[in-house]
Structure formats: structure tokens, C-alpha cells
């Protein structure tokens, strides 16, 4: 996807660090410049930023009880956006 688009951004569906507190639409994609990207470390990429998935992404990290729904939801939009979603085993 960045070799294609020239941009791409990871993220994560998930905040557990002690940036959770910080999380909101404006940092939950970071932008790809190439470098490694390790295990676990993203959730999915993406070839733009995009306001209605960093949207969900907030309302799926707001707390309990989740929407299970939702995160189908997620997932879609990324596939939408021409993006992929990012299975680790």
C-alpha cells in the first residue's frame, strides 16, 4: 500500500497504554514511513486518514459494554478505504 499510494497509516482497534487517556479521532492513526512494523503492533493500514473510522474506533474504546457489531463495522470501513486488516498469529 505505500509503495502504491506513496502514504499509508497503521493503527490499532485496542488502546491499553497510558496514552488511553489521550485517545481520541485526531492520534489514532500513525503515519507509515516505511519502517518495520512488528507483531501486534497495528491493527490495520489504511492509504488516508479517515474521520468516520477514527470515529468508530473512539466509540469501540469509550468502555463496556461494547458493541460487538461495531467492530465489523470497523473492519468494512477499512476494506472500504482500500485498506487491509491486519490478522497476527
Do not use: Q
Request: proline share 2%; with cysteine; hydrophobic share 45%.
Amino acid at each position: 500500500m505505500f509503495d502504491f499510494y506513496g502514504v499509508a497509516f497503521i493503527g490499532v482497534l485496542n488502546s491499553y497504554s497510558v496514552a488511553h487517556a489521550n485517545f481520541s479521532s485526531d492520534n489514532i492513526f500513525t503515519k507509515y514511513d516505511g519502517e518495520m512494523v512488528y507483531n501486534f503492533c497495528a491493527d490495520f493500514v489504511i492509504p488516508a486518514e479517515d474521520g468516520e473510522l477514527a470515529a468508530m474506533i473512539t466509540e469501540w474504546n469509550k468502555g463496556i459494554p461494547k458493541k460487538l457489531d461495531l467492530i465489523s463495522k470497523i473492519m468494512d470501513r477499512v476494506e472500504l478505504l482500500g485498506g487491509a486488516n491486519l490478522i497476527w498469529s
